[in-house]
């Protein structure tokens, strides 16, 4: 069995800030405390800013994902929130608007829905707040897929850019998407030849090398 590993594996830069943070604040402070998982609190300076200059904001993404929720908590209660094109059609636009968008968000999906968003409106703002590198994990999740008989998607089960990942390569190859190394006794891989090794922006790399390891004792 040959298994290749994504070269953007591991913790994103943003994770690793937000990491580097917590453990600084931690050297500082005898006890402190977070609301939500550490890597979904990022600031929204961008929407405060477009609702102060009287956009009316349309948020892409899922809108059950921590980050949406708080860049809407900042964008006041006429900003609505679209996942898909077919929301497009329902949604109310003013005549200014400004488009943001979940940083882990699919970029195809998010190109679609802006060029429906812009063939319905008058005058509209596109903030291209995807992560630069969720992209690239994503592109070269393709261009891996169509190497290898399987695909292992390594991440936790409620990260949004993991199940991106998962939803991406699903369709070119078989794929499965697990949290840890143990789950891979469970996958019978006993058959597969060729098997490509890839994580959501928030899985430790060491998980990654975990799940490289036990695999190859299925080489032997």
């Given at each position: 069995m040959m298994c290749t590993i994504g070269k953007?594996?591991?913790?994103?830069?943003?994770?690793?800030?937000?990491?580097?943070?917590?453990?600084?604040?931690?050297?500082?402070?005898s006890v402190i405390y977070c609301l939500g998982e550490i890597i979904h609190n990022?600031?929204?300076?961008?929407?405060?800013?477009?609702?102060?200059e009287g956009y009316n904001?349309?948020?892409?993404?899922?809108?059950?994902h921590p980050e949406v929720k708080a860049i809407r908590s900042?964008?006041?209660?006429s900003a609505q929130v679209i996942e898909r094109v077919q929301e497009v059609k329902g949604a109310s636009?003013?005549?200014k608007n400004a488009v943001v968008v979940?940083?882990?968000?699919?970029?195809?999906?998010?190109?679609?829905?802006?060029?429906?968003?812009?063939?319905?409106?008058?005058?509209?703002?596109?903030?291209?707040?995807l992560c630069e590198e969720t992209i690239k994990r994503q592109t070269e999740?393709?261009?891996?897929a169509g190497k290898v008989d399987f695909m292992i998607v390594v991440g936790g089960k409620n990260s949004s850019n993991t199940k991106t990942l998962c939803?991406?390569?699903?369709?070119?190859?078989r794929v499965a998407h697990i949290e840890d190394a143990d789950e891979i006794d469970t996958l019978g891989l006993h058959h597969v030849h060729r098997i490509g090794i890839i994580s959501g922006a928030s899985t430790p790399v060491e998980e990654v090398r975990k799940v490289y390891k036990k695999l190859q004792g299925y080489s032997q």
């Open positions: 953007w594996v591991g913790f994103c830069s943003g994770v690793q800030r937000a990491i580097k943070g917590a453990e600084k604040a931690l050297e500082e402070n990022p600031t929204h300076r961008l929407v405060a800013n477009l609702r102060k904001l349309i948020i892409v993404g899922n809108p059950h900042l964008s006041g209660s636009f003013a005549e979940q940083t882990t968000f699919n970029p195809q999906s998010f190109s679609s829905i802006v060029s429906e968003v812009i063939r319905r409106t008058y005058k509209t703002l596109v903030c291209t707040t999740a393709v261009e891996l939803n991406i390569v699903e369709g070119r190859v």
